[in-house]
């Protein structure tokens, strides 16, 4: 292990390091305690310059009920829900597929398309901008729940693609000649054979691509216009020009809209770092 | 009896199967991603306000960046954001080694390090916009605390684009914590024995035996921080929307400026497209060193966006 274990140092070092690392992650999260403990206070605490201070009077509740009350917030969140779900699975589904044709038949040109699709996960928004704009009001998708969802799907299908296939290569390939043998299908063997085994991997990678839809702003902002199809990034920033100098509103707005992706992570962490990490201790 | 198709299909479906199981995918793609890249950068080469007609202009918006102030602010701006978020991986790293430790409650804390990665980067903005608040921001009262005069790093040109970059490192180091949290627990111990077994400590372990262990960890945290750092754009969109006059501007932004408030599309065509060579570099970097692994040992690397 590296670096030592610090139970083998001497005691002085292990409080020493203990009170550090408390120190480290009060220093880290100071951010986002100020937003937190902004988003409690009342506006008269703000415009009075009492940023700092405990609050004078604390307004939990009138500052959540707030920003759900005075604003569509309850709206954006719905939308942003709308936006990402179907966007996960579709790309799930997608790259599940693509995943597996890559992964585990030989064919020319394999190499090729891997590295379209890898290649689409890295390109920058702008590049696709005026094009997918025009063809989301060319077939009237645009201002819709659709534009953003045919495009999240299309988008995440890249990176999906990418870690899929590197997944499916890992299993072994006997179960899929054993199959083959007793003249299952192709198709078959997709559905009852491998994606049984894929659990592990569509639950990292669905978290993973959850908090990507989700916390997307570009494409929220280019896409749609209205607020009834507004995520919530993009919705949180209007607001921002509502409510400009109350920061504990925009504050309380904050929260709310990291709360969904915070939520999984949390639930989630095993999968979500496994996904993200996948395949890097390696090579 | 089987019809003619139905036993050719038996015999031969290895074969026409993994077309199938691409064809959804692929053609999403083709659609969406690659006929919109060839799309700009024909465009590019047009006049176009997004509704007439377009007029051919050859290398006309190339031409005229050359000339625009605003894009060679952009590409500073781009320059400083790509060397300072190959910061982060260091930083990371050194997280990383310094939690790296099995003590009570640090799997907690190792997940309130992962926290900024996880939330949108609208959050992350509005974070550091209320941080970076002139009159009463925590930096500012810190800065009065240390008898220091207040300064409003968000209207200041010469601030600017580093203060959002400090915004954009937090998430960016977080992300390299935990790739390097994975690295480190996937180390040789037996190298590492063998190491300390030869007085090897410190800064040499470190540097001889420790890094080039980490070598697909280092390669993937800096080429998701390089990516990062050229698409930086939601956090300039929140924090000045490219202000005060286009200081803290990157090309993602320009373009978008460009693009939706100048409507001038085949402009900011021209900048998407400068954009995208710059970024061809590290994706070819990129994949001919999976190539390379695919031939030879299995060497992989996931990346996000």
Same mark, same amino acid.
């Given at each position: 292990m590296f670096p030592r274990p610090i139970e083998k140092r001497a005691v002085p070092f292990q409080v020493s390091y203990r009170v550090l690392v408390v120190l480290a992650l009060v220093l880290w999260m100071l951010p986002l305690l100020a937003i937190a403990m902004t988003s409690i206070r009342s506006l008269e605490d703000i415009t009075t310059g009492n940023y700092w201070g405990l609050p004078r009077d604390w307004s939990v509740i009138d500052n959540y009920l707030a920003i759900f009350t005075a604003s569509k917030i309850g709206r954006y969140l719905l939308n942003s829900l709308i936006v990402t779900i179907p966007a996960v699975a579709g790309s799930l589904a997608l790259a599940t597929m693509a995943g597996f044709a890559l992964a585990k038949y030989r064919f020319r040109g394999n190499f090729f398309i891997?590295?379209?699709?890898?290649?689409?996960?890295? +390109? !920058?928004?702008?590049?696709?901008? +005026? !094009?997918v704009r025009d063809l989301a009001i060319g077939t009237n998708v645009y201002n819709t729940f659709w534009a953003l969802i045919l495009f999240h799907t299309c988008f995440q299908t890249g990176f999906s693609i990418f870690f899929m296939r590197n997944f499916i290569a890992d299993l072994p390939d006997e179960i899929m000649e054993s199959a083959r043998v007793d003249g299952v299908g192709e198709w078959k063997i997709f559905v009852y054979l491998i994606i049984p085994l894929l659990r592990p991997a569509l639950a990292a990678l669905g978290v993973l691509i959850f908090t990507f839809v989700w916390n997307d702003y570009f494409w929220a902002l280019v896409l749609v216009q209205d607020d009834a199809y507004r995520p919530i990034t993009a919705g949180l920033s209007s607001l921002r020009g509502q409510w400009i100098a109350s920061w504990n509103l925009i504050a309380a707005g904050s929260i709310v809209a990291a709360l969904p992706p915070v939520i999984m992570f949390?639930?989630?962490?095993?999968q979500f770092i496994a996904g993200l990490t996948m395949g890097t201790t390696k090579g | 009896m089987m019809s003619k198709w139905a036993l050719y299909w038996k015999h031969n479906q290895q074969k026409w199967m993994p077309f199938v199981f691409l064809a959804p995918a692929t053609l999403f793609f083709l659609v969406l991603i690659v006929y919109p890249i060839v799309e700009s950068l024909r465009l590019s080469f047009f006049k176009w306000d997004g509704l007439g007609e377009k007029n051919w202009v050859g290398?006309?918006?190339?031409?005229?960046?050359?000339?625009?102030?605003?894009?060679w602010l952009s590409v500073r701006n781009t320059f400083y954001w790509t060397v300072f978020f190959l910061i982060a991986p260091v930083v990371g790293l050194l997280l990383a080694i310094f939690l790296n430790q099995?003590?009570?409650g640090i799997r907690f804390v190792k997940s309130m390090f992962f926290f900024p990665f996880v939330i949108s980067q609208v959050v992350v903005g509005l974070v550091f916009a209320w941080f970076y608040e002139p009159h009463n921001g925590l930096l500012n009262e810190v800065l009065k605390f240390l008898g220091m005069s207040p300064i409003a790093i968000l209207s200041n040109e010469n601030w600017v684009t580093f203060g959002i970059i400090a915004a954009g490192m937090w998430p960016q180091v977080a992300y390299c914590l935990i790739i390097y949290l994975t690295g480190l627990s996937g180390l040789s111990p037996t190298l590492i024995e063998a190491a300390r077994l030869d007085r090897?400590?410190?800064?040499?372990m470190l540097w001889y035996i420790i890094i080039p262990q980490l070598r697909s960890a280092t390669f993937v945290a800096v080429v998701i921080s390089v990516i990062g750092a050229l698409r930086s754009f939601d956090l300039i969109s929140i924090m000045t929307g490219g202000g005060p006059y286009d200081s803290s501007s990157v090309l993602a932004y320009f373009m978008y400026d460009q693009t939706m408030f100048s409507y001038r599309m085949g402009y900011g065509a021209a900048i998407a497209s400068v954009l995208f060579v710059l970024?061809?570099?590290?994706?070819?970097y990129f994949l001919i060193r999976l190539w390379r692994g695919e031939r030879g040992?299995?060497?992989?690397?996931?990346?996000?966006?």
């Open positions: 891997f590295a379209m699709f890898i290649a689409g996960n890295f +390109i !920058p928004y702008q590049i696709l901008l +005026i !094009p949390f639930v989630m962490q095993k | 290398g006309g918006n190339y031409v005229e960046l050359l000339s625009d102030h605003r894009f099995k003590i009570r090897a400590k410190g800064w040499k970024m061809d570099i590290y994706i070819v040992t299995s060497d992989r690397s996931i990346l996000g966006n």
